[in-house]
């Protein structure tokens, strides 16, 4: 079974003070840095880029997981992989090319994720599927924190982990989560959760790793 990866979005930490909430999140536990790019283009809101990920990769070991949300992504993908991301994920609807932005990604060496919207169907990425190191589900529409899971989403990660099958994919969920909405996720097949808002309330290293350790639990506890 997939191991469980929990992933802090720092979308939702103090942006003047950046380098050590990076720090604080790796020191309460987090698997993976959730990097969320916005462009203003794709998705109504605009957040980070290259340089800013580049000066974070310093302030920690463990992987960057980035989300792009920008349209084009290709004429990037270069300067993501230079930045220190680990895992590159693109949308299926931000070009018609998805399966050359899988390609181009996996060619600088790095993992290579691809994510859906809530409106999109499964069949976007099935033949695909063969080229990703990582699905992502979005349970909100992307472009900002703090909102509510969208439960509609459920069935759809159940009907990813079947197109995943036994294949080396981790099916990671975005988008209000929660200890709450968690466990549904989990029992659905997702192994990573990413979390914003739920981790980075309370502004401590003791407030992330109880914040961390309770989406853990959740998920853990619910496993298919
Ligand atoms: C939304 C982003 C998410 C977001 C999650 O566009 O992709 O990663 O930061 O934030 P919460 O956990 O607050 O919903
Ligand atoms: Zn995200």
């Not at 309460?28 to 462009?39: K, S, T």
């Not at 996996?106 to 169907?121: C, D, Q, Y």
Request: hydrophobic share 50%.
């Amino acid at each position: 079974m997939r191991d469980i990866k929990i992933a802090p979005s720092i979308l939702a930490s103090d942006f003047s003070r950046l380098g050590e909430e990076v720090r604080a999140v790796t020191e309460a536990g987090a698997d993976w840095i959730h990097l969320d790019v916005m462009d203003g283009h794709f998705v109504p809101n605009i957040s980070y880029g290259p340089d800013v990920i580049a000066a974070l990769r310093a302030h920690t070991d463990i992987p960057f997981d980035c989300h792009l949300m920008i349209a084009p992504a290709d004429p990037y993908l270069e300067a993501f992989a230079k930045a220190g991301c680990d895992m590159i994920t693109v949308h299926a609807e931000a070009g018609p090319h998805l399966h050359r932005s899988l390609q181009a990604i996996r060619a600088l060496g790095k993992k290579a994720g691809v994510t859906l919207n809530p409106a999109t169907p499964v069949s976007a990425i099935e033949h695909v599927i063969d080229m990703v190191d990582l699905v992502l589900v979005m349970s909100v529409n992307p472009g900002f924190g703090g909102q509510k899971f969208i439960d509609a989403v459920v069935p759809k990660i159940a009907a990813i982990d079947a197109l995943i099958g036994d294949r080396p994919i981790d099916l990671e969920v975005d988008g209000g989560v929660t200890a709450q909405t968690a466990p549904a996720c989990a029992r659905a097949g997702a192994n990573a959760f990413v979390a914003g808002s739920a981790i980075f309330k309370g502004g401590t290293v003791d407030a992330y790793r109880a914040n961390i350790a309770a989406i853990r639990a959740a998920a853990t506890g619910n496993r298919p």
